[in-house]
Protein backbone atom coordinates (compact mmCIF):
# COMPACT_ATOMS: atom_id res chain seq x y z
CA UNK A 1 0.00 0.00 0.00
CA UNK A 2 1.15 3.31 -1.26
CA UNK A 3 0.64 6.16 1.92
CA UNK A 4 2.06 9.83 1.78
CA UNK A 5 1.39 12.46 4.23
CA UNK A 6 0.93 15.54 3.62
CA UNK A 7 1.04 18.05 5.76
CA UNK A 8 -0.70 21.58 5.55
CA UNK A 9 -1.67 24.74 7.85
CA UNK A 10 -3.67 22.23 10.74
CA UNK A 11 -4.63 19.93 8.27
CA UNK A 12 -3.01 16.33 7.24
CA UNK A 13 -3.97 14.08 4.23
CA UNK A 14 -3.51 10.66 4.23
CA UNK A 15 -3.66 9.67 0.40
CA UNK A 16 -4.46 5.75 -0.03
CA UNK A 17 -3.54 4.12 -3.45
CA UNK A 18 -6.48 1.85 -3.92
CA UNK A 19 -5.21 -0.53 -6.98
CA UNK A 20 -4.55 -4.02 -5.65
CA UNK A 21 -0.94 -5.12 -6.89
CA UNK A 22 -0.80 -8.19 -9.08
CA UNK A 23 1.64 -10.59 -10.72
CA UNK A 24 1.02 -10.92 -14.59
CA UNK A 25 1.45 -14.15 -15.97
CA UNK A 26 3.57 -13.85 -19.36
CA UNK A 27 4.04 -16.47 -21.88
CA UNK A 28 5.86 -16.38 -24.70
CA UNK A 29 4.85 -17.01 -28.64
CA UNK A 30 3.65 -20.45 -29.38
CA UNK A 31 4.95 -22.18 -31.77
CA UNK A 32 3.58 -21.99 -35.26
CA UNK A 33 2.25 -24.97 -37.53
CA UNK A 34 2.82 -25.50 -40.82
CA UNK A 35 -0.76 -26.00 -42.04
CA UNK A 36 -4.25 -26.63 -40.07
CA UNK A 37 -5.13 -29.67 -41.92
CA UNK A 38 -6.24 -32.70 -39.42
CA UNK A 39 -5.92 -30.25 -36.27
CA UNK A 40 -8.05 -29.30 -33.29
CA UNK A 41 -8.35 -25.83 -32.97
CA UNK A 42 -9.70 -24.32 -30.53
CA UNK A 43 -11.66 -20.84 -30.48
CA UNK A 44 -11.45 -19.38 -26.85
CA UNK A 45 -14.37 -16.66 -26.03
CA UNK A 46 -13.84 -14.45 -23.09
CA UNK A 47 -17.83 -13.54 -23.52
CA UNK A 48 -17.71 -10.12 -23.71
CA UNK A 49 -20.47 -9.12 -26.79
CA UNK A 50 -19.49 -10.01 -30.48
CA UNK A 51 -16.57 -12.21 -29.53
CA UNK A 52 -18.85 -15.39 -30.56
CA UNK A 53 -19.84 -13.74 -33.74
CA UNK A 54 -16.21 -13.71 -34.81
CA UNK A 55 -14.89 -16.96 -33.72
CA UNK A 56 -18.41 -18.81 -35.40
CA UNK A 57 -17.07 -16.79 -38.79
CA UNK A 58 -13.16 -17.86 -38.60
CA UNK A 59 -14.26 -21.08 -37.91
CA UNK A 60 -16.73 -21.45 -40.72
CA UNK A 61 -13.94 -20.09 -42.93
CA UNK A 62 -11.47 -22.44 -41.51
CA UNK A 63 -13.70 -25.45 -42.17
CA UNK A 64 -13.43 -24.66 -45.92
CA UNK A 65 -9.95 -23.85 -46.11
CA UNK A 66 -8.77 -26.93 -44.41
CA UNK A 67 -9.45 -30.48 -44.91
CA UNK A 68 -10.56 -32.63 -41.69
CA UNK A 69 -10.10 -29.65 -39.17
CA UNK A 70 -11.94 -30.05 -35.96
CA UNK A 71 -13.30 -27.18 -33.71
CA UNK A 72 -14.08 -27.09 -30.21
CA UNK A 73 -15.27 -23.95 -28.73
CA UNK A 74 -14.21 -22.78 -25.15
CA UNK A 75 -15.98 -19.98 -23.07
CA UNK A 76 -13.97 -19.06 -20.42
CA UNK A 77 -14.19 -15.38 -18.39
CA UNK A 78 -10.58 -13.07 -18.86
CA UNK A 79 -8.35 -13.51 -17.88
CA UNK A 80 -8.59 -17.81 -18.20
CA UNK A 81 -8.05 -19.53 -15.40
CA UNK A 82 -5.22 -21.84 -15.00
CA UNK A 83 -7.39 -25.02 -15.34
CA UNK A 84 -9.10 -23.61 -18.58
CA UNK A 85 -5.59 -22.80 -20.14
CA UNK A 86 -4.22 -26.16 -19.27
CA UNK A 87 -7.26 -28.16 -20.94
CA UNK A 88 -7.34 -25.84 -24.41
CA UNK A 89 -4.04 -26.52 -24.44
CA UNK A 90 -4.70 -30.50 -23.76
CA UNK A 91 -7.49 -30.54 -26.09
CA UNK A 92 -6.17 -28.43 -29.03
CA UNK A 93 -3.11 -28.16 -31.16
CA UNK A 94 -3.93 -24.54 -31.78
CA UNK A 95 -6.16 -22.37 -30.02
CA UNK A 96 -7.59 -18.87 -31.50
CA UNK A 97 -8.67 -16.17 -28.88
CA UNK A 98 -11.00 -13.24 -29.64
CA UNK A 99 -12.68 -10.82 -27.26
CA UNK A 100 -15.47 -8.45 -28.19
CA UNK A 101 -17.41 -5.45 -28.54
Do not use: H
Not at 41 to 60: R, T, Y
Amino acid sequence: MFEEVVEGSAVVWEVLDPTAGYEAVVYGPAPRLEDLNNKKVGLFWNGKPGGNVVLDSIGALLQCRYESIQLKFFNAGFPAAPEMIKQMAAESDVVIVATGD
